[in-house]
């Protein structure tokens, strides 16, 4: 049994050297950012749907106590917070992994750097929710 273990833990040591190692962990790093991108949509979600329901509407509109109205709009700013934050990850994190790969191709990496200026820097939209981020931050 003891030999199987230290068979198992050289294998795996071998492996951790390999490409194949560091595309699993590209793609385990990848698959966690998505995942609390997808959490942090849903609380902005429910949190926003919760804010617009009828029920709260009436909790708010009757009820003339302001901290209600101000524990409702900070947590509608930091669940916008954090999936602004998680978009950012996703889309920085696979720019760069990208990047990383297409380097060596001197013409389809000018024309990733392109789309890049394009799709971000140049983008008011994108420029739109990068400013829109930052001041939720500050």
């Known amino acids: 049994m003891r030999r199987e273990i230290f068979n198992f833990i050289n ?3 071998k492996f951790k050297e390999t490409s194949s190692y560091d595309f ?3 793609i385990k790093e990848n698959r966690l950012r998505i995942s609390l991108l997808k959490e942090n949509f849903n609380e902005v979600y429910n949190i926003v749907q919760f804010h617009n329901s009828l029920e709260n509407n009436k909790t708010i509109c009757l009820n003339s106590n302001s901290k ?3 524990k409702t709009q900070i947590k509608i700013v930091k669940s916008l917070i954090n999936y602004l934050s998680s978009v950012f990850s ?3 994190y696979s720019r760069r992994t990208l990047e990383t790969y297409i380097k060596k191709d001197t013409l389809l990496y000018e024309s990733f750097q ?3 200026n394009l799709n971000f820097t140049l983008n008011p939209l994108h420029r739109f929710i990068q400013g829109l981020r930052n001041y939720t931050i500050h």
């Open 68 to 70: 209600i109205r101000r």
């Open 90 to 92: 996703v889309v920085d």
């Open 11 to 13: 294998k795996y040591e």
């Open 114 to 116: 392109h789309k890049v």
């Open 24 to 26: 699993y962990m590209l």
